[in-house]
């Protein structure tokens, strides 16, 4: 069971990385591609993804990046991490790209369906 740190639900096929993210400078806010250089998602996009990450790195300005993919329209559809953000607490080693994930955070559960 997670904990519920964003409210809201969503379904979509898992996008899964086993190592952290950084948004800024890492995920591009116009398209949604990972651009991080060496990063195992990169040239992938999280656009209409449930993206599954350990946990965040770098600054704070990452929130910005987030922000900015939603408002293009290229964010993912929920987040899911071991640590903070949106729905946290939750093993992700069970994820792998490709499932298509239910996310409801006010139940803080993460299922495959």
Same mark, same amino acid.
């Given at each position: 069971?997670?904990?519920?740190? /964003?409210?809201?639900?969503?379904? *979509? ?8 993210? @950084?948004?800024?400078? *890492? ?13 195992? #998602?990169?040239?992938?996009? &999280?656009?209409?993804?449930? #993206? ?6 770098? /600054?704070? &300005?990452? /929130?910005?990046?987030?922000? @900015? #993919?939603?408002?293009?329209? &290229? ?17 992700? /080693? ?6 298509? #994930?239910? &996310? ?10």
């Amino acid at each position: 069971m997670g904990r519920m740190i /964003s409210p809201g639900k969503a379904e *979509g096929e898992a996008i899964v990385s086993p190592e952290p993210i @950084g948004f800024y400078g *890492g995920i591009d806010p116009k398209t949604g591609m990972v651009i991080e250089k060496g990063h195992p #998602l990169e040239g992938k996009t &999280v656009t209409g993804k449930i #993206l599954v990450f350990p946990r965040g790195k770098g /600054s704070t &300005v990452g /929130s910005y990046v987030i922000y @900015g #993919l939603e408002k293009n329209g &290229v964010g993912p559809r929920a987040i899911v991490n071991e640590e903070i953000p949106c729905v946290d607490h939750i093993d992700i /080693s069970q994820f792998e790209t490709g499932n298509r #994930l239910k &996310v409801d955070a006010e139940k803080g559960t993460v299922e495959k369906v």
